[in-house]
């Protein structure tokens, strides 16, 4: 279990990172979509920091689920968002996301659950680094897409 979350969320990282630093500077981004991957970032990156740093409860998992669940919706009301014009590259790598986007949640939620974090310090390392990176994201982001990029 703890080799296929690593690898997801590897991979989800390279992924996101082509996504956003290669593909979406290659064309015009609306402020309506700098905003809902704003909001998709944010609500992903609490459930995240929720099994990091908490201790699995029965109701907490209520919440998880509850969070995990508008965090789907969020990233498939974002493509509303996306120009009609997007490459071919630019799907292939969202469509990836998108279907990765559950398997992380449930890796994560499977792994709070079965308190790896506390049983396995290398793979708490991983996802911390995860969620610091994910934090870096959203910071680069909001300061990129806002302040730095002519519009």
């Not at 991979?11 to 991957?37: T, W």
């Not at 907490?60 to 995990?68: A, M, N, P, Q």
């Not at 939620?109 to 610091?132: I, P, R």
Request: charged residues 10%; proline residues 1%.
């Amino acid at each position: 279990m703890i080799l296929f979350i690593s690898f997801i969320t590897i991979f989800h990282a390279g992924l996101y990172f082509v996504d956003e630093y290669i593909l979406r500077k290659q064309r015009d981004v609306s402020q309506k979509e700098i905003n809902s991957v704003l909001v998709d970032g944010l609500l992903f990156l609490s459930i995240v920091a929720m099994t990091i740093f908490t201790s699995y409860s029965k109701n907490l998992g209520y919440i998880y689920l509850v969070l995990s669940a508008l965090s789907c919706i969020s990233i498939v009301i974002n493509e509303a968002f996306y120009p009609a014009s997007l490459s071919c590259k630019e799907r292939v790598i969202h469509a990836l996301l998108y279907i990765l986007h559950p398997l992380i949640l449930y890796a994560f939620y499977s792994s709070w659950k079965m308190d790896f974090f506390n049983t396995n310090m290398t793979y708490w390392w991983l996802q911390l680094g995860y969620l610091v990176l994910g934090a870096k994201a959203i910071t680069y982001h909001v300061i990129y897409w806002n302040f730095i990029h002519n519009k």
